[in-house]
């Protein structure tokens, strides 16, 4: 299959993928009204472009949180990203750090902190900062815990900490029920058709190490393998967390901190209030509750409450480099995007992360040229119309 945009690799991933894995990353929550208007509102804004303008030299640099990005482009992070390829953080992590790219881990990862870090450490772009992984954290009650994890990330090269606030509780998603989703992946009677059709797949993942939390194990000492940690897990988060929550992992990590779930101005200028560097703008894909506001919606209220006292990028529906522009225009710093990737890396392993990320550029490149601007530090909303499409 010639792969000329992101549909592509999803469409390769859902070949090579089991129906029930596949679905946990393409699903949303309940009748994923969200999922669905992540994407359908970046098409209700259009570009108004300009001419007689010099697009002889296209830049897409710039940085992020600090640290130089050779694109405004992210990898989310993404929960047991190792259950469609194995080691697929290590994979992602590196490829991002020879594009210059920021890559964030979860907390919720298959590959340990360490093993990634050092995956991105490896790269010749691992020179500069954009090379250094990301770490997401989630609250636990027992701030012990959080701080072993901030601690190991901070020693293993992360520079930037990224909180994520909307998940106190996991979104319905009926498509994981319906499948009978597992972690780790087993193979049923039900799922014996899906086992011979993906028999790459199992070889590579059902076959191999066990999947599990590798983060999360040596918190817990009633087991290691990945039931007995979702039990312990969900008994640990904290459900009582407020603003001072953030504060405390400002202070704990003294480094720059991003709050990732924010889609109310009210909240975001809360979060810059309490020590927050970044806003992430993001309704978790579209994964925890749904008829939430989308994220392209939620942008501009948002960057005009903050200004210039932080650094806000958006998470949700981005699966073209036009996607990327237009978040730019209305005053995004970059955007994050975790499903392109994880099709990328289920489809075609490395090669599918260097595909995405390439495909990315090209379209982000030509975009910004065909706007009538030359470099994406330069976008602004007068590029756009359309806006008054986005209010709810």
Same mark, same amino acid.
């Given at each position: 299959?010639?792969?000329?945009?992101?549909?592509?690799?999803?469409r390769?991933?859902?070949?090579?993928?089991?129906?029930?894995?596949?679905?946990?990353?393409?699903?949303?929550?309940?009748?994923?009204?969200?999922?669905?208007?992540n994407?359908?509102?970046?098409?209700?804004?259009?570009?108004?472009?300009?001419?007689?303008?010099d697009?002889?030299q296209?830049?897409?640099?710039?940085?992020?949180?600090?640290?130089?990005?050779?694109?405004?482009?992210?990898?989310?992070?993404?929960?047991?990203?190792?259950?469609?390829?194995?080691?697929?953080?290590?994979?992602?992590?590196?490829?991002?750090?020879?594009?210059?790219?920021p890559?964030?881990?979860?907390?919720?990862?298959?590959s340990?902190?360490?093993?990634?870090?050092?995956?991105a450490?490896?790269?010749?772009?691992?020179a500069?900062?954009?090379?250094?992984?990301?770490?997401?954290?989630?609250?636990?009650?027992?701030?012990?815990?959080?701080?072993?994890?901030?601690?190991?990330?901070?020693?293993?090269?992360?520079?930037?900490?990224?909180?994520?606030?909307?998940?106190?509780?996991?979104g319905?998603?009926?498509?994981?029920?319906?499948?009978?989703?597992?972690?780790?992946?087993?193979?049923?009677?039900?799922?014996?058709?899906?086992?011979?059709?993906?028999?790459?797949?199992?070889?590579?993942?059902?076959?191999?190490?066990?999947?599990?939390?590798?983060?999360?194990?040596?918190?817990?000492?009633?087991?290691?393998?990945?039931?007995?940690?979702t039990?312990?897990?969900?008994?640990?988060?904290?459900?009582?967390?407020?603003?001072?929550?953030?504060?405390?992992?400002?202070?704990?990590? %003294?480094?720059?901190?991003?709050?990732?779930?924010?889609?109310?101005?009210?909240?975001?200028?809360?979060?810059?209030?309490?020590?927050?560097?970044?806003i992430i703008?993001?309704?978790?894909?579209?994964?925890?509750?749904?008829?939430?506001?989308?994220?392209?919606?939620?942008?501009?209220?948002?960057?005009?409450?903050?200004?210039s006292?932080?650094?806000?990028?958006?998470?949700?529906?981005?699966?073209?480099?036009?996607?990327?522009?237009?978040?730019?225009?209305?005053?995004?710093?970059?955007?994050?995007?975790?499903?392109?990737?994880?099709?990328?890396?289920?489809?075609?392993?490395?090669?599918?992360?260097?595909?995405?990320?390439?495909?990315?550029?090209?379209?982000?490149?030509?975009?910004?040229?065909?706007?009538?601007?030359?470099?994406?530090?330069?976008? %602004?909303?007068?590029?756009?119309?359309?806006?008054?499409?986005?209010?709810?």
């Amino acid at each position: 299959m010639n792969v000329v945009n992101i549909e592509d690799l999803r469409r390769l991933a859902r070949k090579r993928l089991p129906k029930a894995i596949f679905e946990f990353v393409d699903g949303g929550a309940l009748d994923e009204v969200t999922l669905r208007a992540n994407r359908s509102d970046f098409e209700r804004v259009r570009f108004h472009p300009r001419v007689f303008t010099d697009v002889s030299q296209i830049s897409l640099a710039t940085t992020i949180l600090g640290q130089p990005a050779q694109v405004p482009l992210i990898m989310a992070p993404v929960g047991l990203c190792g259950m469609v390829r194995r080691k697929a953080e290590v994979i992602a992590a590196r490829t991002a750090a020879s594009a210059g790219m920021p890559f964030c881990l979860s907390m919720m990862a298959a590959s340990s902190i360490e093993e990634v870090c050092a995956g991105a450490a490896s790269q010749p772009q691992r020179a500069t900062p954009s090379g250094a992984p990301w770490f997401q954290l989630y609250l636990l009650k027992d701030r012990a815990m959080n701080r072993v994890l901030l601690q190991r990330a901070r020693a293993a090269g992360a520079k930037v900490l990224v909180l994520t606030v909307d998940t106190k509780t996991q979104g319905p998603r009926e498509r994981d029920i319906r499948n009978g989703f597992t972690v780790p992946p087993r193979i049923t009677m039900r799922s014996a058709f899906d086992a011979v059709r993906c028999w790459r797949w199992v070889r590579d993942v059902a076959l191999g190490p066990t999947v599990t939390f590798a983060n999360l194990k040596d918190l817990n000492s009633g087991g290691k393998d990945v039931v007995t940690i979702t039990q312990f897990i969900a008994d640990k988060y904290d459900l009582g967390y407020d603003w001072e929550a953030l504060e405390w992992c400002k202070s704990e990590w %003294q480094g720059p901190v991003a709050v990732k779930g924010i889609l109310s101005p009210v909240d975001a200028k809360l979060a810059v209030q309490h020590g927050a560097s970044g806003i992430i703008v993001s309704n978790h894909g579209g994964r925890q509750l749904d008829g939430a506001i989308s994220s392209i919606a939620a942008l501009p209220a948002i960057v005009d409450a903050v200004g210039s006292d932080a650094e806000v990028i958006l998470d949700g529906g981005v699966r073209r480099g036009v996607d990327i522009v237009k978040a730019l225009c209305l005053g995004a710093r970059a955007c994050m995007a975790g499903r392109p990737f994880v099709y990328a890396l289920a489809a075609l392993g490395e090669e599918g992360m260097q595909r995405a990320i390439a495909i990315f550029k090209a379209e982000i490149e030509k975009a910004v040229m065909l706007v009538g601007c030359n470099s994406v530090q330069a976008l %602004q909303r007068g590029y756009l119309q359309g806006l008054d499409r986005l209010r709810c």
